[in-house]
């Protein structure tokens, strides 16, 4: 062997010893723990009532990987019971029946994209005309066809993902959300999350979670009224599947297992499962909606399992229920948790808030399996409690919480609705004043009434811009209130839009059907469309009532009966 083979030897053993200390080194400092197998001996009834599931997960019928067989094998394999699908749409598609497959219980929900981030809908039927535009318009749909609804992505670094709508009575919330979390990480972390991919997939992924600050503002809502938090995977099955992405997929990473082991929403029933899917579904989406669901980080610790519930003397209260404010109360926490692990019973209501989130002052047991028991009296119960557990390997700054879940509550009793006292007579908008506008290929007829009604063709095929709208020349200076009654030949939206003589124009988006109905409309409600100056009465120059793509399809018809529009100062 001469000396240039003996040297490149050298350097090629050099090489294999510098690789295999590198990997060890990345291996006991950077590659993220395995979870902790906990042990659940003692909690066998609880265990058996308690399913676990990823909510948010997309296939390939929008923008997903891989079909829902596909996906429900994914979830087999990670150990849990349920999916729910929520793939893009408008919500005129009827919900595929709830099935098993391989195992997990499948149910069908929808995604919508509204003007003000994305909205989820479970339990929801066909809508009757696309859902879209204004954020509260998609709640109040939702809600009017008796879905649950939850704000997707709320706080996301993707301005065009994120919920804008503070005001809207959203039914739940998603306070953990895998695609925020991931967009909002360093390069630095991202490369190290990817290499750790490679070796132990779910862990490695949870490196990229932190304290959301959209536990904050859950807590925030939930102060006056009742708000389910999720925990979202948003699964795509690779990076750049999503339909707001540009970017090429990376083949199937994460996959959806992956993704699944990372974390699971977990919910107690009632009863074990029937193991019939319509039954099973029922029962599930009536937990979720009544608040009986949390989160645990399964990358960390699992089986994560939990008992909360207050003790009033009108009985027991569960998690996601509520009594009256100032009903006297012993909350009580039972949770499996890792040793090390902190378990807190966390006060944000207005009254015992003192500047940040802080836990009430409980008494507490710990089992020799991990099992801490806490037991807290509240002489009058105000606002909501929740249950939080903290594990000192939690990623993340700050750290997330390992489990979190869903609030007891305690409400002022609810006032019935104030009427409205405003005058109905108004400056009444004479009904001959109304002219028809529309693009060049849709159709509308004006018949005269009384009351006068708009009878309209949206021109079919490809979608350009197709409206038709009835417009009114507007004189009212001191304009405060628009009062509509209107009434349809069947369920559709209309936009009032009060229109600038240069074209300006704000718009509020409102629900019509055959049954006629008043509303008040302030102007204050209405937002301007391409344009960001408020509204100004004075510079009004009409008012509008159109029907546009924004609810309705290509080749859309009805009537429009205007029966009454007033302007009120």
């Not at 793939?87 to 919508?112: K, N, Q, S, W």
């Not at 809502?221 to 995977?233: P, Q, S």
């Not at 795509?236 to 599947?241: A, E, K, L, S, T």
């Not at 949770?335 to 002052?361: C, E, K, T, Y």
């Amino acid at each position: 062997m001469n000396k240039l083979t003996r040297a490149l030897a050298a350097l090629l053993a050099a090489s294999v010893v510098l690789g295999v200390l590198a990997l060890i080194v990345f291996l006991i400092f950077f590659l993220p723990s395995r979870p902790v197998r906990l042990d659940p001996s003692a909690w066998q009834d609880v265990a058996r009532r308690t399913v676990a599931g990823a909510y948010h997960v997309h296939t390939s019928r929008s923008d997903g990987a891989a079909d829902t067989d596909h996906v429900a094998q994914a979830a087999a394999r990670a150990g849990l019971q349920f999916i729910i699908l929520t793939d893009h749409g408008d919500g005129m598609r009827a919900p595929d029946p709830p099935v098993y497959r391989h195992g997990v219980l499948c149910i069908d929900a929808v995604e919508i994209s509204t003007d003000g981030g994305h909205y989820v809908a479970i339990d929801m039927p066909a809508a009757p005309y696309p859902l879209g535009g204004a954020p509260s318009a998609v709640v109040e749909d939702v809600a009017r066809l008796g879905g649950f609804g939850v704000a997707a992505h709320p706080d996301s670094p993707k301005p065009e993902l994120a919920w804008r709508d503070s005001t809207a009575p959203v039914d739940g919330i998603e306070w953990l959300s895998a695609d925020t979390e991931w967009r909002n990480e360093s390069r630095r972390t991202l490369t190290r999350a990817a290499l750790g991919y490679l070796f132990r997939p779910g862990p490695a992924l949870a490196t990229l979670l932190d304290r959301p600050s959209t536990l904050s503002r859950w807590d925030a809502l939930v102060r006056t009224r009742r708000v389910v938090a999720l925990a979202a995977h948003d699964a795509h099955g690779g990076i750049g599947r999503a339909a707001e992405e540009r970017r090429r997929f990376v083949a199937d990473v994460p996959s959806y297992e992956a993704s699944f082991r990372t974390f699971a929403i977990r919910v107690p029933m009632d009863h074990p499962w029937s193991g019939e899917a319509v039954s099973d579904a029922r029962a599930l989406v009536a937990s979720i909606r009544n608040g009986r669901v949390f989160t645990t980080i399964d990358a960390l610790a699992s089986p994560g399992l939990l008992e909360f519930y207050a003790q009033t003397p009108n009985g027991r209260i569960q998690m996601g229920s509520a009594a009256e404010a100032g009903t006297a109360a012993q909350l009580i926490v039972r949770v499996l948790a890792p040793s090390g692990a902190q378990v807190l019973i966390v006060d944000d209501s207005m009254l015992r808030r003192r500047g940040g989130l802080f836990a009430v002052g409980a008494s507490r047991r710990v089992a020799p399996d991990g099992t801490q028991e806490l037991h807290a009296q509240l002489g009058a119960g105000e606002g909501a409690f929740r249950v939080e557990v903290n594990v000192p390997s939690a990623p993340g700054t700050p750290p997330v919480p390992w489990l979190v879940s869903n609030p007891i509550y305690f409400l002022p009793r609810s006032k019935p609705p104030v009427g409205s006292d405003m005058s109905a007579s108004g400056d009444p908008i004479d009904p001959a004043a109304w002219k028809v506008e529309k693009d060049p290929g849709s159709s509308a007829v004006l018949i005269a009434g009384p009351p006068p009604m708009l009878q309209f063709l949206l021109q079919g095929g490809e979608r350009h811009s197709q409206f038709v709208a009835l417009s009114a020349p507007v004189s009212n200076r001191a304009l405060r209130f628009v009062r509509l009654r209107l009434r349809a030949d069947r369920p559709m939206r209309v936009s009032l839009q009060l229109r600038r003589a240069d074209g300006e124009r704000w718009r509020r988006s409102v629900y019509v059907d055959p049954a006629a109905r008043d509303l008040v409309i302030p102007l204050t409600g209405l937002t301007a469309v391409d344009g960001r100056d408020p509204i100004d009465p004075s510079a009004v120059a009409s008012l509008l009532l159109v029907i546009d793509l924004v609810n309705a399809l290509p080749g859309a018809s009805g009537k429009l009966t205007v029966e009454r529009v007033a302007l009120l100062s």
